[in-house]
Nanobody
Framework: QVQLVESGGGLVQPGGSLRLSCAAS????????MRWYRQAPGKEREMVAT???????TYADSVKGRFTISRDGAKNTVALQMNSLKTEDTAVYYC??????????WGQGTQVTVSS
């Protein structure tokens, strides 16, 4: 099973930026879907952004225009660039990958806190 490790979380002021990275160990076969989810205290986990092996991206309405998901196939990584951060973006962010023949894989999560 593919192992995922997130990095790049931290504390940032409202309006600031952070870049999350997710490194995958093991081979990921196309077609695949790589995603970022987040879970705030007391709330359900929600999908933030998705990128497929064909390069198609989708975003939650709450982050459109502010967040960008990207992938580096050679390095087996997926990133989430987060700009114009708001206090409501505070959550634990999780990386996720799904492809045929492999159970869904989740990372351990990285904390993002947006606060002044």
């Amino acid at each position: 099973q593919v192992q995922l490790v997130e990095s790049g979380g931290g504390l940032v002021q409202p309006g600031g930026s952070l870049r999350l990275s997710c490194a995958a160990s093991g081979r990921i076969f196309s077609p695949y879907s790589m995603r970022w989810y987040r879970q705030a205290p007391g709330k359900e986990r929600e999908m933030v952004a998705t990128i497929t092996s064909s390069g198609t991206t989708t975003y939650a309405d709450s982050v459109k225009g502010r967040f960008t998901i990207s992938r580096d196939g050679a390095k087996n990584t997926v990133a989430l660039q987060m700009n114009s951060l708001k206090t409501e973006d505070t959550a634990v962010y999780y990386c996720y990958v799904l492809f045929v023949g492999n159970p869904p894989s989740w990372g351990q999560g990285t904390q993002v806190t947006v606060s002044s």
